[in-house]
């Protein structure tokens, strides 16, 4: 029976991070299945999803976590049994003046809604001609049953008048 495990690590970044990572999910026999890794104000984070067979498991688990040792702070969570959110799959595009608690109002209008975050992410740059900073973020969302582009644009709104929103349907 396999198990699947989902890896947190944060680290000061160096190279070989990735590969010390992956040959310690590779000696234990498991299987990297997707991830998502990034360098972050010097740090490096990512989350990794691994199977692995439940014979291995606690080795596989005890052995990443022994990465302490050499500076890489690893978080586990064992998957359970976990539906995905259903409804209709979308691309968010978020651009405006930056502000304090950006994030905070989105995800909150975002959860009220009942939709659904896949991927996110965000960014606070100088505008190219004004120079001030601008908060941009992208993500893939669900839009739950009955809720349409229009109604979460209009909702998303009202945190801010000059926020540029953008929301594109997949079929």
């Known amino acids: 029976m ?5 890896l947190t690590a944060v680290s000061e970044d160096r190279p070989g991070l990735v590969g010390e990572l992956s040959a310690v ?8 299945i997707d991830s998502a890794m990034t ?3 010097g740090q490096f984070a990512g989350v990794v999803r691994i199977s692995v067979s439940a014979e291995n498991e606690r080795k596989l688990c005890d052995a990443l976590l022994d990465l302490e040792a050499k500076g890489i702070s690893v978080g586990l969570h ?4 976990n539906v995905a ?4 799959m979308a691309k968010l595009s978020l651009i405006g003046q930056d502000q304090p608690g950006m994030i905070s109002r989105v995800s909150a209008i975002l959860g009220a ?4 975050i896949d991927s996110l992410d965000t960014l606070v ?3 190219s001609m004004s120079g001030e ?3 941009k973020a992208k993500a893939d969302i669900i839009l739950p049953h009955g809720l349409t582009s229009e109604q979460l644009i209009e909702a998303l709104e009202v945190i801010t008048g000059d926020l540029m929103i953008e929301i594109e349907t997949q079929k």
Do not use: C, D, Q, Y
């Open 2 to 6: 396999k198990k699947e495990i989902v």
């Open 25 to 32: 999910v590779a000696a234990h026999n498991g299987n990297w």
């Open 39 to 41: 360098r972050l104000g």
């Open 78 to 81: 064992i998957n359970g049994a």
């Open 85 to 88: 959110p259903s409804g209709t």
């Open 113 to 116: 809604l009942r939709v659904s």
């Open 125 to 127: 740059e100088p505008g």
């Open 133 to 135: 900073l601008m908060f």
